[in-house]
């Protein structure tokens, strides 16, 4: 089994895996992170200035290296789910699923069938029209993942709901947003710290993945302990490139 059709057993094993966001439109760094310890990356289109061309690119080079690869799209829509799994997503994460609505919807754009991507067996995912329907249309639903971004208080307050609708694989709580969302400008109060454990606790309850998004191993090891999460996406590329640098900066000055 490859690693990119044997992600979503894995992921949903409870297995502690390890990712980050990518912000640089540039199919290198996804052969530079392939190469990494790094179980996945996730490809920010949302937040990071990602075209179509850039993101069928780097989703090119992750099916060429079986390196799992999510794309945050930018909205929950269907053309932008298309986009996304027919390049070669391993999987999807959906910002601001704040309702039971945009769940069932999200999940059922992310599969083959009526009402939802319909059928296209000419894309990268599907082979380019070497793969049969049946074959894909089983792959459609039990390779492809759904991770649905829980970043308002009405997600928190619904979050049992959504991790209930079949086709809904993780809950990812974003912390910036929620705690924003609760009035606060840090990621330290009260609320975000219950909207972790009931998040969790729906997750678990429907046997789903528990995610968020932490800076640093440190933050992953409290919050494993603390509230349970088992898929980490750990900062960004553009962190490290500049920790990095700052730390050898540094240490050449110091000579």
């Given at each position: 089994m490859s690693n990119i059709s044997g992600?979503?057993?894995?992921?949903?094993?409870?297995?502690?895996?390890?990712?980050?966001?990518?912000?640089?439109?540039?199919?290198?760094?996804?052969?530079?992170?392939?190469?990494?310890?790094?179980d996945f990356i996730c490809i920010d289109a949302e937040h990071a200035p990602f075209d179509r061309a850039a993101l069928d690119q780097c989703l090119a080079i992750s099916r060429a290296l079986?390196?799992?690869?999510?794309?945050?799209?930018?909205?929950?829509?269907?053309k932008e789910i298309l986009w996304a799994l027919d390049s070669?997503?391993?999987?999807?994460?959906?910002?601001?699923?704040?309702?039971?609505e945009k769940a069932e919807f999200i999940s059922k754009s992310a599969r083959y069938g009526l009402g939802g991507r319909g059928f296209a067996g000419s894309s990268r995912?599907?082979?380019?029209?070497?793969?049969?329907?049946?074959?894909?249309?089983?792959?459609?639903?039990?390779?492809?993942?759904?991770?649905?971004?829980?970043?308002?208080?009405?997600?928190?307050?619904k979050a049992t709901e959504i991790a209930s609708i079949s086709g809904i694989d993780g809950l990812f709580v974003g912390p910036a947003d929620l705690s924003v969302g609760y009035g606060y400008d840090h990621q330290n109060s009260d609320e975000l710290k219950a909207a972790l454990i009931s998040v969790g606790e729906a997750a678990r309850n429907e046997n789903k993945t528990f995610v968020s998004f932490v800076p640093n191993a440190e933050k992953a090891k409290e919050w494993n302990n603390d509230f349970g999460i088992t898929m980490f996406f750990i900062a960004s590329e553009h962190n490290w490139l500049r920790e990095t640098a700052n730390s050898v900066a540094e240490k050449t000055h110091q000579i």
């Open positions: 992600f979503k057993e894995k992921m949903l094993s409870g297995q502690i895996l390890a990712g980050t966001f990518l912000k640089t439109p540039n199919y290198i760094l996804v052969e530079v992170l392939a190469q990494s310890k790094l079986d390196f799992p690869v999510f794309v945050r799209v930018g909205e929950g829509s269907a070669g997503a391993v999987g999807l994460v959906i910002p601001h699923v704040d309702s039971v995912w599907a082979g380019y029209a070497t793969d049969h329907m049946p074959s894909l249309i089983k792959r459609s639903f039990e390779e492809t993942i759904v991770l649905a971004q829980i970043e308002e208080p009405a997600g928190v307050e």
